[in-house]
């Protein structure tokens, strides 16, 4: 039999790649603002027709090509970004594979300008599917166009698979989105159909999120932003509260580069576990500066996929970021309540009176539900005293609500939690201890069954983080030291507390190899605890290794808490109720402990009356 092997027509085999390249218009964008941003343009302007079926063009002020390279760049493996193979592990540049421009150029027809800064003359280049039509010297600006005009022109069967013109923009829009939030000091210019639909001027990260997204934006970031040497991850995230049901702000970057993991997305959804609802996703906007010698960006001929060396480590770095991020924030915004002064002063329910038998909170906090609107009020609410706004960069915010928090007074179209309460506007709120083990409230609907213990595991771990962090050390001397002895590793441990430890409150004297003298106690604690606490703390830190845990604030914090919350089985007197109640819902996070369990349930009027039929 004769040989029946032949090498493919490079239009062929460009059009074969194309379709691995190519899926619909917004592949093209991707491909070409990235050129544009390799050519390193400042500005970028992209002008669409028809959700791209009709035009896409890209302007950008660029480096610009010769014109041996203007004809060139159409070829299969024609680029300037690698030469050699150990390049590979250095990539700096959005493109490398040099099949773009080749497999775009086999399904359309394309119209492109482009001239070297220092050249008078430009070049103008016309191919329609593959074949070069014309080329020619042209009065052009310095930069490059390159305009995409009837994609799929020759290939019918692609050309029918393209959805609708929206559903087409709707792609465009999200390539255009990555590509802009990746480079806020690029200017973007986003037209469909001759309207302008972006304008984006130079800026940074922040910022250009919020030119992206809306205005409302700015007040759900928190910022993140943690340095290892093997990485750097910086970025925003958005506050639990704001979660959605439907996915759209999710972003990872790596060096400039938006990917999809959805392992990294895993370390995302379980660093807010517990913070929102199970069927709702956080908003993020991460970005990865790694070394390009561990990772390899060539697993998926579109980029979006990437290979990390080490990806365990990643994820328990990110996971453990956030949540140090979010332990910050809830920090930061319990220093709003200054109105409420049993959060200035730390927590001991069981030896003291509540200022006001009132139950008050922040009327406008709700972890769930956020109504059109609502936002802005919310945040403004909880910013209204110089309080954490000072985090985020002035960029206008609905403040100037502080009185909204106000007690017992529930906006209309606030948050369920707040709705629970709304009738009882000026009224006492009853409460009753129930089994030594509940606190039962009347609301509005119903009542409201409150874990004592979690509640009170919340209160403590609010306040102790936040004496952690202010660091703002008040300390009960003791008339004789207490000494304890400990082996020699607890002892270590306890030196690499002491700091934290001593923000608390405590401190520690006379250091020997087995024991240790405690001359100061935090005033909230008991001399007879102080042992326990210590103990269970130093079980704590033995069991959390690294990586997992948050922070030292939040692990000393957690273990605390957890000691020396009341517990089921202890009486608690009416004004340690009213104390508790009021003070959890002056917490942050009022509706699970630090460990993440439900802190109450509530049972409605009609759960009563269905009891009775
Ligand atoms: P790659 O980006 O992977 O190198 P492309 O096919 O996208 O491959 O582009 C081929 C080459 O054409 C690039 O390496 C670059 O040298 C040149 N090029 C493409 N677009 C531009 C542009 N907008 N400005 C300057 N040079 C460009
Ligand atoms: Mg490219």
Avoid at 139 to 156: D, E, H, M, R
Avoid at 515 to 524: L, T
Wanted: charged share 25%; proline share 4%; net charge negative.
């Amino acid at each position: 039999m004769a040989d029946i092997i032949q090498l493919l027509p490079d239009h062929v085999a460009n059009q074969i790649a194309a379709g691995e390249v190519v899926q619909r218009p917004s592949s093209v964008v991707k491909e070409l603002l990235e050129n544009a941003i390799d050519a390193g343009a400042s500005s970028i302007k992209l002008v669409v027709k028809d959700g791209g079926k009709t035009l896409i063009q890209i302007v950008d002020n660029g480096s610009g090509m010769s014109t041996t390279d203007a004809r060139l760049s159409f070829e299969r493996h024609a680029t300037s970004k690698i030469s050699r193979a150990e390049d590979l592990f250095r990539i700096q540049t959005k493109g490398f594979r040099g099949e773009a421009l080749a497999s775009i150029a086999a399904i359309a027809h394309i119209e492109m300008h482009t001239r070297l800064e220092e050249e008078e003359l430009g070049t103008e280049i016309k191919i329609e599917g593959s074949k070069v039509i014309s080329q020619e010297f042209a009065a052009v600006a310095p930069g490059t166009s390159i305009a995409v005009k009837n994609l799929f022109y020759n290939i019918p069967a692609r050309r029918n698979f393209l959805k609708s013109n929206q559903v087409e923009l709707r792609h465009i829009t999200d390539e255009f989105q990555r590509v802009a939030l990746a480079h806020p000091s690029v200017e973007f210019i986003y037209y469909h159909n001759g309207s302008p639909l972006f304008n984006l001027s130079e800026s940074e990260t922040r910022k250009r999120i919020v030119q992206v997204f809306g205005r409302k934006t700015n007040e759900k970031l928190v910022p993140i932003e943690e340095e290892t040497p093997q990485l750097r991850i910086s970025g925003y995230i958005c506050k639990p509260e704001f979660a959605k049901k439907s996915r759209g702000e999710q972003f990872f970057f790596v060096n400039g580069r938006f990917i999809k993991s959805a392992y990294l997305h895993h370390a995302m959804m379980s660093a807010f576990e517990g913070l929102i609802r199970p069927d709702h996703i956080p908003g993020y906007f991460i970005f990865l500066q790694v070394d390009p010698a561990t990772i390899d960006i060539n697993i998926h001929p579109t980029k979006t996929e990437i290979k990390f060396e080490d990806e365990h480590t990643l994820y328990a770095i990110l996971r453990s970021a956030v949540k140090h991020s979010l332990g910050q924030f809830n920090v930061s915004a319990a220093l709003d309540f200054d109105s409420d002064p049993n959060l200035q002063t730390p927590y001991h329910f069981r030896n003291k009176s509540p200022n006001n038998p009132e139950v008050s909170f922040d009327s406008s906090f709700n972890p769930f539900k956020v109504k059109g609107g609502q936002p802005g009020k919310v945040t403004g609410a909880r910013n209204g005293n110089n309080g954490w706004q000072e985090i985020y960069v002035g960029l206008e915010s609905g403040l100037g609500n502080a009185e909204q928090m106000s007690r017992m007074n529930f906006d209309e179209e606030s948050m369920e939690t707040g709705e629970l309460f709304e009738e009882s506007v000026g009224s006492m709120v009853t409460t009753l201890q129930l089994g030594r083990k509940y606190i039962l409230c009347t609301i509005k609907s119903g009542l409201l069954v409150i874990d004592q213990h979690r509640a009170h595991q919340r209160v403590l771990y609010e306040s102790l983080l936040k004496n952690l962090t202010l660091k703002e050390t008040v300390s009960q001397q003791l008339l004789f030291p207490l000494v304890f002895s400990y082996n020699k590793s607890e002892i270590k441990m306890l030196h690499e507390m002491e700091e934290s430890l001593g923000t608390l409150g405590f401190s520690f004297e006379q250091w020997e190899a087995d024991q240790v003298e405690i001359k100061g106690i935090p005033p909230f604690m008991k001399e007879d605890e102080v042992g326990i606490v210590l103990d269970s703390l130093l079980a704590d830190f033995l069991l959390k290794s690294k990586t997992e845990a948050v922070s030292q604030a939040d692990m000393l914090a957690k273990s605390l808490c957890k000691t020396m919350a009341v517990r089921a089985g202890d009486t608690m007197d009416s004004t340690s109720q009213l104390a508790l109640v009021n003070d959890l819902f002056g917490c942050k996070e009022i509706d699970s402990s630090p460990f993440n369990k439900p802190i109450f349930i509530t049972i409605t009027e009609k759960d009563i009356e269905h009891k009775f039929i």
